[in-house]
Nanobody, 125 residues
């Protein structure tokens, strides 16, 4: 079992930055790929970014590539999402997710076994 708690969401003006954090409890974090997803009202949950268990491999949705950066600190059981040049269309609830141990990071919600409760990001134009 892995419990995930996100933080760092809030209100920011377009063009601004936010850094989301996700802290995990449970023993399998360092063996699990981690992902960030987001869900806007009335829309399906969508992939944002993923990182391999060691942090050497990352993947981004095209809509956030070059603006967002995912990273992790296994010693702190944490994963981060640095979001720069935010746009109004980035506004959503952002969720941290943990894959099953030893699985490769993916883009489908079905590839992630554990989810946080979400943190809201609002971007004003």
């Amino acid at each position: 079992q892995v419990q995930l708690v996100e933080s760092g969401g809030g209100l920011v003006q377009a063009g601004g930055s936010l850094r989301l954090s996700c802290v995990a409890s449970g023993g399998t974090f360092r063996w699990s790929a981690m992902g960030w997803f987001r869900q806007a009202p009335g829309k399906e949950r969508e992939f944002v970014a993923a990182i391999s268990r060691g942090g050497s491999s990352t993947d981004y949705a095209e809509s956030v590539n070059s603006r967002f950066t995912i990273s992790r600190d296994n010693a702190k059981y944490s994963v981060y999402l640095q979001m720069n040049s935010l746009k109004p269309e980035d506004a959503a609830d952002y969720y941290c997710a943990a894959g099953t141990p030893w699985a490769t990071p993916g883009r489908s919600v079905n590839e992630y076994a554990y989810w946080g409760q979400g943190t809201q990001v609002t971007v004003s134009s």
